[in-house]
């Protein structure tokens, strides 16, 4: 069975830098047809498509935070990876990540992981 | 402000049908499938349904979904008082070259 673990930092000062990594067990990160990505929701609030990755290194971004994002993929450890600069307030969220199938347009987000609070505060 | 416009709530006693709308444009909804997507309380979304009207193994046949021009709709038969969370519709959106979802519709089993 795939799984999926968020990990990092649940508090991050403002105008730093928020990283996450995404460990994916159960399943190779490196299959095709398959997608990895990242989506948020700040509390109380709807769900916001933040960005995914192949695991060749293609990505696609949100454009409204295209500026700030990178993801990026270690197919040795089978993990990706989230780097969000310059946070605010506004960044506050829980943060999920999540495989994409991709064949068809929008990708289907299939298996999640459980989900981790960041917070921006100093 | 979301792209895929949802209304905020909505309600229906057990065994009732509920729907749910989607609204969008020619740019989205209008050129591409529609997924949905469950959130019970305190969890991660679960995939309820893609292109349209796919339910993924494990879905029960009382969801279905449906497409037209630039809306599309979810629809819960014999509403169960399990069904009560949050259902959140996605589209691609060729303009943004980005995913892209509705605000969530909250659903109350009165």
């Known amino acids: 069975q795939l799984q999926l673990q968020e990990s990092g930092p649940g508090l991050v000062k403002p105008s730093e830098t928020l990283s996450l990594t995404c460990t994916v067990s159960?399943?190779?990160?490196?299959?095709?047809?398959?997608?990895w990505g990242w989506i948020r929701q700040p509390p109380g609030k709807g769900l916001e498509w933040i960005g995914s990755?192949?695991?060749?290194?293609?990505?696609y971004y949100n454009p409204s935070l295209k500026s700030r994002v990178t993801i990026s993929v270690d197919t040795s450890k089978n993990q990706f990876s989230l780097k969000l600069s310059s946070v605010t307030a506004a960044d506050t969220a829980v943060y999920y990540c999540?495989?994409?199938?991709?064949?068809?347009?929008?990708?289907?987000?299939?298996?999640w992981g459980q989900g981790t609070l960041v917070t921006v505060s100093s | 402000q979301s792209v895929l416009t949802q209304p905020p709530s909505a309600s229906g006693t057990p065994g009732q049908r509920v729907t749910i709308s989607c609204s969008g444009s020619?740019?989205?909804?209008?050129?591409?499938?529609v997924n949905w997507y469950q959130q019970l309380p305190g969890t991660a979304p679960k995939l309820l349904i893609y292109s349209n009207n796919q339910r993924p193994s494990g879905v029960p046949d009382r969801f279905s979904g449906s497409k037209s021009g630039t809306s599309a709709s979810l629809a819960i038969s014999g509403l169960q008082s399990e069904d009560e969370a949050d259902y959140y519709c996605a589209a691609w959106d060729d303009s943004l070259n980005a995913v892209v979802f509705g605000g969530g519709t909250k659903l109350t089993v009165l």
């Open positions: 990755i192949y695991y060749s290194g293609s990505t």
């Open positions: 020619s740019s989205n909804i209008g050129s591409n499938t």
């Open positions: 159960g399943g190779s990160i490196s299959s095709s047809s398959y997608y």
């Open positions: 999540a495989r994409a199938y991709w064949y068809q347009l929008p990708p289907s987000f299939d298996y």
